[in-house]
C-alpha cells in the first residue's frame, strides 16, 4: 500500500466526530459502489490528501478503472456521495487478490467507512473467486494494522525498507471462505 500522511489530530477528528457532519450510522451505514469515471477528480484528492508517497497517479486511475484486473470501490452515505475508496487488484491464475489502497476522507474516519470498504472488498474478491487477500502495511500504521486485525487479516510477514523513506511493511493475509 502507498505511504499514508499522518491522521488528521485528536481536536479534529473530535470536531467532526461530534458535528452534523456525522455519519448516521445508526440508521444508514456507509454503502459501496464500483467506481465511475465520473470518480476520478474525488479518488485522485483523497489519494493526495491519504498518502505521501508511491500515490496512484489520476492515469493510473484512469486505466484501473477500466481494467479487468483492477476493481476501485468507492463508499458514501446519504449525500455524503465520496467517503473513501479501496483499490483491489486481481490476477490471472492467481487465487490472491491484492487490496493495494484504502483511504477514507480525512473528516470521515472513525466512523466505519474503512470497515464497509473492508467488507466489499472481501465479498468482491470472493465472487471473482479469490481464495484470499493480501495487503502490505507500514508497521507504523496503528489505525489501518488495528483495522486490518479487526476483520480478520493475519499478519504472515515482514519486508525490510519497503517504502520509499525506507519504513519497512507487514504482510497482511486474510483467507476468504
Ligand atoms: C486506515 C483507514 C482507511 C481507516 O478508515 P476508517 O474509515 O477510519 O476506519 P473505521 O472507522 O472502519 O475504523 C477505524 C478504527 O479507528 C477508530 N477510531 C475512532 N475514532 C477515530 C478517529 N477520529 N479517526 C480514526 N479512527 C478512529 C475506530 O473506532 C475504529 O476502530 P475499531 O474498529 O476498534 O472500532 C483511515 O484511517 C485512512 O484512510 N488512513 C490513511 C490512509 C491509510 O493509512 N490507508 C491504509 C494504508 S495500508
Same mark, same amino acid.
Given at each position: 500500500m502507498p505511504t499514508a500522511l499522518p491522521p488528521p489530530s485528536p481536536a479534529h477528528g473530535r470536531r467532526i466526530a461530534a458535528g452534523p457532519a456525522d455519519l448516521p450510522s445508526a440508521t444508514s451505514g456507509p454503502r459501496v459502489r464500483r467506481a465511475a469515471a465520473s470518480d476520478l477528480d474525488e479518488l485522485v484528492a483523497l489519494e493526495q490528501r491519504s498518502f505521501s508517497s508511491d500515490r496512484l497517479s489520476r492515469a493510473q486511475y484512469r486505466r484501473h478503472l477500466d481494467s479487468d484486473s483492477a476493481l476501485v470501490l468507492v463508499a458514501s452515505a446519504n449525500h455524503h456521495l465520496f467517503l473513501g475508496s479501496a483499490v483491489l487488484f486481481f490476477r490471472k491464475r492467481s487465487a490472491v487478490a491484492r487490496l493495494y489502497s484504502l483511504a477514507t476522507a480525512p473528516e470521515a474516519r472513525g466512523q466505519g467507512v474503512g470497515a464497509a470498504l473492508l467488507a466489499a472488498v472481501a465479498d468482491a474478491a470472493r465472487r471473482r473467486g479469490s481464495r484470499a487477500l493480501k495487503l502490505e502495511v507500514r508497521t507504523d500504521n496503528a489505525a489501518a494494522i488495528r483495522l486490518y486485525e479487526r476483520h480478520g487479516f493475519r499478519r504472515i510477514a515482514r519486508y525490510a525498507? $519497503? $517504502?520509499?523513506?525506507?519504513a519497512d511493511a507487514w504482510r497482511y493475509e486474510q483467507t476468504l471462505d
Open positions: 525498507r $519497503y $517504502y520509499e523513506d525506507g
